[in-house]
């Protein structure tokens, strides 16, 4: 049971901030008092319900850390909850929910999460970077290749973020950037908080004036995007942030292994056909994660790859290797600025949303991987097919050096 007892404060005192697929988010807003102080709420949604609070502490302080420096991390904190208390939060914030959001609080939860909060500087930024690197073999990212699918009109490629070319980064921020002004909110790759809450494109130049973070002399919101673009770029250029970047980079790729489909073949292999991907298997223990993470850091420059004599032991950990790069595509990358200038001002990144996923989601990644190869042959012999840039795919350096 969690010692810190939230519901002593009052439900008001919690601020409706954002929400993801599975989670919501609440600042406090109340009294002053020390321990919520600067602090967020983090809640689980009514149809998410796959582990306990304390194994996901676990997951982060033990699993996560040993991948990723701790300074990049957030300290998370189980807290009690009660039904009551969160009934009156989840009717207090129905108002300030966007439309196209699904799930509701989960009434029936007995704990949640507090964190420091991310977004109580001037401004912060949230960026779901998704899948990072080019599959061997392929010419167009995997996010290129799903928002063609979906007639998403951005030109953001997650390897220009992560390129090591500074001009390519800066291409992705506008990107990232021009999607969140043309409204794509439902793609969730680009968020912006200032003073403390989230704003939209027709809230962002009047909040900014009113905090005083605009020079007067700026009066286009053109002027204000070259000035987050730049501020965010400059912040990115950063040793620490480009030492977090190569970082995320390379786990997702590693850890990515034989991927979805490889994952799939070597599946048959063991079963032979006599057990559907994905079925029947119980999630990773937290003894199993420690010991796949000990076996993944001896072999840390490698990949895993398929063995001559598939196994059991072998389709575990490659199983457990695909759910943890899962984790990593998944996550956020926060970024808070304590200024808008186009040099350089101290600013401090932070990796989010780090939970594990569920190992019954295999079969659908499977699925949907499949759905948007075959969809985007489609779409491609209509048209051009894109060709991502992925600084460390040799046959791809070959192409364009
Ligand atoms: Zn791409």
């Given at each position: ?13 919690w ?31 009514d ?8 194994s ?13 420096p ?6 998370m904190e ?11 939060v989840s ?9 196209w ?6 009434l029936?939860c007995?704990?949640?999460?507090l ?9 912060s ?9 080019l ?6 990212c995997?996010f ?8 998403w009109?951005t ?27 043309a ?9 912006l ?5 989230l ?9 900014l ?28 250029l ?18 990515d ?7 799939a073949?070597?599946?048959d ?15 990773p223990?937290?003894n ?11 072999h ?8 001559a004599?598939?196994?059991e ?17 998944d ?14 001002s101290?600013?401090?990144i ?14 659908k ?5 499949r ?15 894109k060709?991502?840039?992925?600084d460390l795919?040799r ?7």
């Amino acid at each position: 049971m969690p010692s810190l007892d939230i519901t002593t404060t009052s439900p008001s005192s919690w601020k409706y901030l954002s929400e993801g697929g599975a989670t919501l988010v609440f600042a406090y807003a109340g009294p002053s008092d020390e321990r919520f102080d600067q602090t967020v709420l983090r809640l689980r949604k009514d149809f998410t319900a796959v582990e306990d609070e304390k194994s996901i502490t676990l997951f982060q302080t033990e699993i996560i850390s040993c991948l990723v420096p701790q300074e990049h991390l957030v300290h998370m904190e189980a807290v009690m909850l009660s039904f009551s208390w969160l009934e009156a939060v989840s009717t207090l914030c129905a108002s300030s929910r966007p439309a196209w959001r699904t799930g509701d609080i989960d009434l029936k939860c007995t704990s949640g999460f507090l964190a420091p909060n991310l977004v109580s500087s001037p401004i912060s930024v949230e960026i779901k970077p998704k899948w990072s690197f080019l599959r061997p073999g392929m010419r167009t990212c995997r996010f290129c290749m799903h928002s063609s699918c979906r007639g998403w009109t951005t030109s953001y490629c997650p390897l220009d973020l992560f390129s090591s070319s500074p001009l390519r980064m800066k291409k992705a921020l506008y990107a990232l950037y021009d999607s969140w002004t043309a409204g794509a909110a439902t793609q969730n790759n680009f968020r912006l908080f200032i003073g403390g809450g989230l704003v939209t494109r027709n809230d962002l130049l009047p909040i900014l004036r009113r905090l005083g973070l605009l020079h007067s002399s700026i009066a286009e919101e053109n002027e204000v995007r070259e000035l987050v673009v730049g501020t965010l770029h400059a912040s990115l250029l950063q040793p620490e942030s480009l030492t977090l970047l190569k970082t995320l980079n390379r786990l997702q790729r590693t850890l990515d292994g034989v991927g979805i489909e490889g994952l799939a073949s070597l599946w048959d292999k063991v079963y032979l056909g006599k057990k559907t991907f994905g079925e029947g298997i119980p999630q990773p223990t937290l003894n199993e994660w420690k010991s796949f993470v000990n076996e993944y850091l001896e072999h840390q420059n490698s990949s895993v790859s398929s063995q001559a004599q598939p196994d059991e032991v072998h389709l575990r950990y490659c199983i457990l290797s695909y759910l943890l790069s899962a984790t990593f595509k998944d996550c956020s990358i926060m970024i808070k600025l304590p200024d808008l200038h186009h040099n350089y001002s101290p600013s401090q990144i932070t990796l989010i949303d780090l939970d594990s996923k569920p190992i019954q989601r295999l079969q659908k990644w499977l699925e949907q991987d499949r759905n948007i190869a075959y969809e985007y042959t489609v779409i491609s012999r209509q048209m051009l097919k894109k060709e991502c840039v992925d600084d460390l795919d040799r046959s791809t350096d070959r192409l364009h050096n």
